[in-house]
């Protein structure tokens, strides 16, 4: 056999992987893009139900909810927008149905029973997560920013009859962008949404060894630390909603050490089973 031949014989298993993750891309793609049309049709109903925090807030003020667009094609944008958002979430299990088929292949029969869970728990816990931010937080936030509005008065004259009476004090009305109510929106959605991956980002971790329980209890200074900064940093300067998003946040950190402390248990018991482990090695 030539050397032309062996390379020829070598490469053919790479060039397969490559039609295969070339195929699974334009799949999800092509899902992707479906999704997307079908959320353009009904963006409306997308942006009136994003809008109801909003609305309440200004509703219980006794305002209007009103947005203004300040550029001509702000309003197409938005839509897009929208529309690639739900287009995302929507064609989601497609593309995590994609991704399973072209990873679960090159794995063994425990490792599949490993993975599986977390890529099923991952979409759960970011649903959860953005909305714990849609219904919690973003109505505490916007009540926080509307709370700077200030009513404008007139000042009346009595030596001036039938004039226009002199400006007492400036009118402070919120009157948003679309885009930029939509850009806020989502980034406390994403955010919050990525914040409640932490028990599974966590507990993978501790399912391939890479963390452990005393390695998090003995984090938990810099866990506080890290969550309080994040939290003065992707919510207002409100304490109350910081302190709502830190023990929401603090607490996924605790329930990780519990799942990382269960994952730990579990693969002990199966190396004492197989004589591997003994009780000091386990202990230590």
Not at 42 to 53: D, E, K, S, Y
Not at 65 to 72: D, F, G, S
Not at 105 to 117: D, I, N, V
């Amino acid at each position: 056999m030539s050397p032309k031949d062996d390379i020829d014989d070598h490469s053919a298993p790479l060039i397969e992987h490559l039609a295969e993750l070339r195929s699974r891309i334009m799949r999800s793609l092509l899902a992707f893009l479906v999704a997307m049309v079908i959320c353009f049709t009904v963006w409306n109903p997308i942006f009136n139900f994003l809008t109801q925090p909003l609305c309440a807030s200004l509703e219980a003020r006794g305002q209007e909810c009103n947005l203004i667009l300040i550029k001509l094609q702000e309003g197409f944008f938005v839509a897009i927008r929208i529309s690639m958002l739900g287009g995302f979430v929507l064609a989601f299990p497609v593309i995590a149905t994609q991704l399973w088929r072209f990873v679960a292949p090159g794995l063994y029969r425990s490792e599949k029973a490993a993975f599986l869970p977390f890529l099923l728990a991952s979409p759960i816990m970011f649903f959860l997560g953005a909305a714990f931010a849609f219904y919690i937080v973003t109505p505490l936030a916007f009540n926080f920013f509307l709370n700077f509005q200030q009513v404008g008065g007139m000042m009346a004259d009595p030596d001036v009859v039938g004039e226009a009476a002199p400006l007492a004090q400036a009118g402070v009305t919120f009157q948003g962008s679309v885009n930029e109510y939509l850009s806020l929106t989502t980034r406390f959605i994403v955010a919050f949404g990525l914040c409640f991956q932490l028990p599974v980002l966590l507990t993978l971790m501790g399912k391939a060894g890479l963390v452990s329980v005393a390695g998090l209890k003995s984090g938990r200074k810099w866990a506080v630390v890290g969550i309080l900064t994040m939290a003065a940093l992707v919510t207002p300067p409100d304490v109350i909603t910081q302190m709502i998003l830190f023990t929401v946040v603090y607490g996924l950190y605790e329930l990780s050490i519990l799942l990382v402390g269960r994952v730990e248990r579990k693969r002990n018991a199966e190396l004492r089973a197989q004589g591997l482990l003994d009780e000091d090695e386990a202990g230590a």
